[in-house]
């Protein structure tokens, strides 16, 4: 069992930065590919960033290219999404998740654990 927990979620004006956390509770957490999802009110959920086990590849949804940044922190044993230049369109609720061996990054039901979500709310 991995449990995830964030944090950091909250309000933020357009175009500032906003840091979220997620610690793994799993020691060996290198070994799970790490991602971190949002849900928007009467949308559906998104992929936002993933990083791969070991090697630390990257990955990110279309939205969120070049604003984000998701990085492990391995002596909190977490996993970081940095988000610069906010939208409003950023707004939601953001879950992280932890994948043994997905066949995509990108997609929620390769995702085994799940955390249970903070609140990112972006205003103009």
């Known amino acids: 069992q991995v449990n995830l927990v964030e944090s950091g979620g909250g309000l933020a004006q357009a175009g500032a930065s906003l840091t979220l956390s997620c610690v793994v509770s799993e020691r060996s957490d290198s070994s799970y590919a790490l991602g971190w999802f949002r849900q928007a009110p009467g949308r559906e959920r998104e992929f936002v960033a993933a990083?791969?086990?070991?090697?630390?590849?990257?990955f990110y949804g279309n939205s969120v290219r070049g604003r984000f940044t998701i990085s492990r922190d391995k002596p909190q044993n977490s996993v970081v999404l940095q988000m610069d230049s906010l939208k409003t369109e950023d707004t939601g609720v953001y879950s992280c998740?932890?994948?043994?061996?997905?066949?995509?990054?990108?997609?929620?039901?390769?995702?085994?654990?799940w955390g249970e979500g903070v609140l990112v709310t972006v205003s103009s």
């Open positions: 990083i791969s086990p070991i090697s630390n590849l990257t």
């Open positions: 998740a932890a994948a043994l061996r997905p066949r995509s990054y990108s997609l929620g039901y390769e995702y085994d654990y």
